[in-house]
C-alpha cells in the first residue's frame, strides 16, 4: 500500500503550489526538498531576495536623487548595506516560512534530503547525514526548477566570480561590476549594484538587451538604463577571467571573431540563462526520457514517458518563470484528480523589475512580422500622463498589438513605472479573448499611470486623445 497519494520533487514555486493544491483536492502528499528551507531557488536565492534589494536600492536612489525634485530636502543618504542585507534575509525568512506554514495547514508532510525516482512507484530521499529512507506513493510530479549556466573556461567561486547566487551576498559594493548577459537577472542585479555606487558594464553575445522582448520596447529601455549609468558592450562574448591586481581581468572579443580587448573587473557576474537541474534524481535509470536541451520531456498533461511520473516548470519545455511553474502545478495536481487542469501559455506575463519596470505578455511586433500576421500597432509614452508627470515618473511608454481584422489583442507590451502591475489588465483582457476597442471603452481613473493603457489602446484606432 503506497504512503501517498503523491510525491513532489522541490519545493519552488511549481512544487509547493502543486502539493497545496493536491492536497485541497483530497490527497495525501508529501514534498522532498535538498534545500534547507522550502521555496527552491525563488524564495531562498532568486526572485524574492532580489526583489528585496531591488526595492531597498531604488529607495536609496530616491532619497540620493529623486526626492529633492519634489521639494523634500533629506541630505545625502549613506549606504548600510549590512542593514540592507538583514532586511532582505528578513523577507526571505518570512516567505519560507509561509511555505513551511502552509504545509503544515494542509498536512503536507515535509521529507529533507536529495530526491532519487527507484521506480514508478518509490522515491528515495537521502538527507545531508543519517540514512536514506524510501517512500511508495502512486504519482511522483519532478519540480526541480532550474540553475545557472555556466560560462565555458571561466571557474565560479560565488566570491569574485558569482551567479545571481553570489551576487545577491556581496559584502561591498564593487567598484566595477561586469556582468556576462543581457537578461533579466543581469540587468535586475545591475540596476541594484548600479545604483548603490557600482560602475557596470553589460557584455552581451547579441546585438540587443533582453531578447524574447519586443524590439521597441527594448531599444527605449536599453537608452533609459544608459542614461542611469550602464554601460553595454554589444555582440561581444566574454573569452576569459583570470585574476590581477587584486581584482579580475576580462578578456572580450566581438562576437563575429577579432581583436580581445581586456576589462578591469572587481566582479564579474556570469547570467547567460539557466538550465533545467535534474542532477542526482535517476532519470535515465528509470527511463524519463529527456530532449536534447536537458529538459524532460512530457506530453500536453505533464506526463513523462514513465507511466506516474509528471514534471512541470523550469525542467520542462516553456518560459523559465516561476508564475508559469505555479500554474502548471495546479494544472496537474487537478488533472490528477480527474478534473481538466489547464494552462493558457499565449497569456503568460514576464516582468523585468528593474526602474523602470519592464513587462510583456503575448506576442512581440516581431513575432506577429514572422508568422505573417497583419497587426494594428497603438503605442501611448508617459509623458503624456499626467499622474506619471507628477510623480516624475515620465519615462517610457505603452505599446498594444491588435489583429488588423478582428481586433482582438495578441501582445501588450510596458516600459514604465508600475510596468509589472499595469500588465495584468492586458493579461485579463486576452484570455477572455477581448478587443483592443474593449480595452479603450472600459473606464479608467483619472490620475492613473493605466490611463496610459486606454490611450495605447485607443491608439490601436488611432485615436489616442491625449498625445
Partial sequence: MADYDLIVIGSGPGGYVCAIRAAQLGMKVAVVEQMKTYGGTCLNIGCIPSKALLHASEMFEEAGHGLAKLGVKVGTPELDLPGMMTHKDEVIDANVSGVAFLFKKNKIDGHKGVGRILSPGQVEVKPDEGEATVLNTKTIVIATGSDSMPLPGVEIDEKKVV??????????????????????????????????????????????????????????????????????????????????????????????????ETIAADIVLVSIGRRPY???????????????????????????????????????????????????????????????????????????????????????????????????????????????????????????????????????????????????????????????????????????????VKEAALAVDKRALHM
Fill in 163 to 260: 551567479t545571481s547566487t553570489g551576487a545577491l551576498e556581496l559584502e561591498a559594493v564593487p567598484g566595477h561590476l561586469l556582468i556576462v548577459g543581457a537578461g533579466v537577472i543581469g540587468l535586475e542585479l545591475g540596476s541594484v549594484w548600479g545604483r548603490l555606487g557600482a560602475k557596470v558594464t553589460v557584455v552581451e553575445f547579441l546585438d540587443r538587451i533582453v531578447p524574447g522582448i519586443d524590439g521597441d520596447i527594448a531599444k527605449q529601455f536599453q537608452r533609459i538604463l544608459k542614461k542611469q549609468g550602464m554601460d553595454f558592450k554589444l555582440s561581444s562574448k566574454v573569452t576569459g577571467v583570470t585574476e590581477a591586481d587584486g581584482g579580475l581581468s576580462v578578456s572580450v572579443e566581438p562576437a563575429a571573431g577579432g581583436d580581445a
Fill in 278 to 452: 535534474t542532477e542526482g534524481l535517476g532519470l535515465a535509470e528509470a527511463g524519463v526520457e529527456m530532449d536534447e536541451r536537458g529538459r524532460v520531456k512530457t506530453d500536453a498533461h505533464y506526463k513523462t514517458s514513465v507511466d506516474g511520473v509528471y514534471a512541470i516548470g523550469d525542467v520542462i519545455a516553456g518560459p523559465m518563470l516561476a508564475h508559469k511553474a505555479e500554474d502548471e502545478g495546479v494544472a496537474v495536481a487537478e488533472i490528477l484528480a480527474g478534473q481538466a487542469g489547464h494552462v493558457n501559455y499565449g497569456v503568460i506575463p514576464n516582468v523585468v523589475y528593474t526602474m523602470p519596470e519592464v513587462a510583456s505578455v503575448g506576442q512581440t511586433e516581431e513575432e506577429l512580422k514572422a508568422a505573417g500576421i497583419a497587426y494594428n500597432v497603438g503605442k501611448f509614452p508617459f509623458t503624456a500622463n499626467g499622474r506619471a508627470r507628477a510623480m516624475n515618473m515620465t519615462e517610457g511608454m505603452v505599446k498594444m498589438l491588435a489583429d488588423k481584422k478582428t481586433d482582438r489583442l495578441l501582445g501588450a507590451h510596458i516600459v514604465g513605472f508600475g510596468a509589472g502591475e499595469m500588465i495584468h489588465e492586458a493579461a485579463v483582457l486576452m484570455e477572455f479573448g477581448g478587443s483592443a476597442e474593449d480595452l479603450a471603452r472600459t473606464c479608467h481613473a483619472h490620475p492613473t499611470m493605466s490611463e496610459a
